[in-house]
């Protein structure tokens, strides 16, 4: 993988940018078709693996918190690595934060995501 640079949001790929929407949009069976059925994904020190995981992430991620998140930036690493920066903004505890969501896409689909500040 390369060093990471900087690209419009619009660059990201598109099964990037139709993740990130659904999610906004609280749609965990849009968002979960975006990834492939043995996908991980780490948020908050838990890993999530498989299809059924990344649903039960997707549907609850986020915990008991109203939350909104706009896009904020974009990097590209290399054809199957990138990031999304979101500024999340909501009543869970310092109300707001830049979280990175790391991508790794294979074949079209995420089979990586790690989201941390």
Do not use: C, K
């Not at 390369?2 to 690209?7: D, E, F, K, L, N």
């Not at 990130?20 to 908050?44: I, K, N, P």
């Not at 549907?59 to 990138?82: C, I, K, M, N, Q």
């Amino acid at each position: 993988m390369t060093a990471p640079v900087t690209i419009e949001p619009t660059q990201l790929p598109a099964t990037i940018r139709a993740y990130l929407a659904a999610s906004a949009a609280r749609g965990a069976e849009a968002a979960v078709r975006t990834f492939t059925a043995d996908a991980v994904v780490t948020d908050d020190g838990r890993t999530y693996r498989g299809t059924e995981e990344v649903l039960e992430f997707l549907r609850h991620g986020g915990g008991p918190f109203t939350w909104t998140s706009r896009l904020v930036g974009a990097e590209r690493a290399d054809e199957t690595h990138w990031v999304a920066v979101n500024r999340i903004e909501g009543d869970f505890p310092g109300g707001v934060v830049e979280l990175r969501y790391r991508f790794t896409l294979v074949d079209d689909l995420i089979a990586e995501l790690a989201i941390a500040p």
